[in-house]
């Protein structure tokens, strides 16, 4: 559909016929003869001079409000509105936040072959696919071992994001597990998101060694930010030292955020862990709607010059009757 853009200048439309209305007609002095019988000139010619022959020039009056009107309505930009564009943009953050300790290497996970893997190739495996089902999401990686390190932020290019998992290594951040300090470090990078809803994943198989925050206050934290973790622990709740994994932390940090604890034991509880986090974390996306416009204020404006250059034309072609339209 078409509209106007600036309506308000039609009110200029009636300024001609309010101008011819109440303003006297032109008249411009000059010297000039003065013939004694200029009206038997005028008889023997044929014509009858006027003293108002503007006023009484129909054509160019029409002419001319024709034109007033066009351009008035050029001003008024009329422009021709499209169907709207509607474009989804992600309302939720995902940061992932990965042990990459030395415990990670235990090989106790199969592939899908059968295959005996260790622990963060069975990860990196299962969370490639649940990043390929979140196309409408930003997500982000962190990496912690010794200490936590922002492997990518939040981003919407998941192929580069899938790269930087495939390069992660074991022992890369060190032997240790900076739990807390992994969940601080999370909270720093979601704090530059503007999205309303923001999510924090943890996998871990150790328990904190070495952070400078406990986990405790950074959950107490994350709840303060709104922040919701959802901790995964893969590791043996049997084991001594750093191998072993402190599930009832990892459980007191979901239920102080509003987050959900699960536990992996195998590759495939792994995957249903994750298939259970689409499920809790599903898509949220808003529309966002644009009407693109097209100007159309040439049309008005070409039609005036079209008006104009015919009249001037038909009149170049019709020198006699020119003059005579001037006598009158």
């Known amino acids: 559909m078409w509209q106007l853009d600036y309506p308000w200048w039609l009110l200029l439309l009636p300024l001609p016929w309010l101008a011819y209305r109440y303003l006297p007609p032109y008249s411009e002095a000059r010297s000039a003869v003065r013939v004694p019988f200029f009206s038997e ?5 044929g014509e009858s001079p006027a003293s108002q022959g503007t006023r009484h020039n129909r054509g160019q009056l029409l002419l001319n409000l024709a034109v007033w009107a066009l351009l008035v309505l050029a001003i008024a930009r009329p422009v021709w509105v499209e169907k709207p564009i509607e474009r989804q943009q992600p309302v939720r953050d995902l940061m992932l936040a990965i042990d990459i300790s030395q415990s990670m290497q235990t090989q106790d996970f199969t592939d899908a072959n059968g295959h005996t893997i260790d622990r963060l190739a069975a990860v990196k495996q299962v969370v490639q696919g649940f990043i390929e089902k979140r196309k409408d999401d930003r ?18 290019d998941h192929a580069s994001l899938s790269l930087l998992l495939d390069d992660s290594g074991i022992g890369m951040a060190g032997p240790d597990t900076a739990l807390g300090d992994a969940i601080g470090l ?12 923001k999510v924090l994943i943890l996998l871990t198989d150790g328990n904190d060694t070495s952070s400078a925050i406990t986990p405790e206050h950074a959950a107490d934290m994350a709840a303060a930010k709104g922040v919701i973790i959802h901790t995964i622990g893969i590791g043996d709740p049997q084991a001594s030292g750093e191998n072993q994994v402190n599930l009832s932390a990892l459980q007191a940090i979901a239920t102080a955020t509003g987050g959900r604890y699960f536990r992996a034991e195998d590759r495939n509880s792994l995957s249903q862990v994750y298939a259970t986090l689409d499920k809790i974390t599903p898509h949220h996306v808003k529309t966002l709607s644009h009407q693109p416009k097209r100007d159309l204020f040439w049309w008005p404006l070409s039609a005036a010059l079209v008006l104009l ?18 006598l009158q």
């Not at 000139?41 to 010619?45: F, G, I, K, P, V």
């Not at 912690?144 to 932020?153: D, L, N, T, V």
């Not at 999370?186 to 809803?197: I, M, R, S, T, V």
């Not at 250059?309 to 001037?326: E, I």
């Open 186 to 197: 999370g909270l720093k990078l979601l704090d530059q998101a503007q999205e309303p809803e």
């Open 139 to 156: 997500i982000g990686l962190i990496l912690f071992g010794s200490a936590a390190y922002p492997q990518a932020p939040l981003t919407l």
């Open 309 to 326: 250059a015919l009249y001037h034309l038909v009149a170049g072609c019709w020198p006699h009757r020119r003059v005579a339209d001037g």
């Open 41 to 45: 000139l005028s008889r023997a010619a």
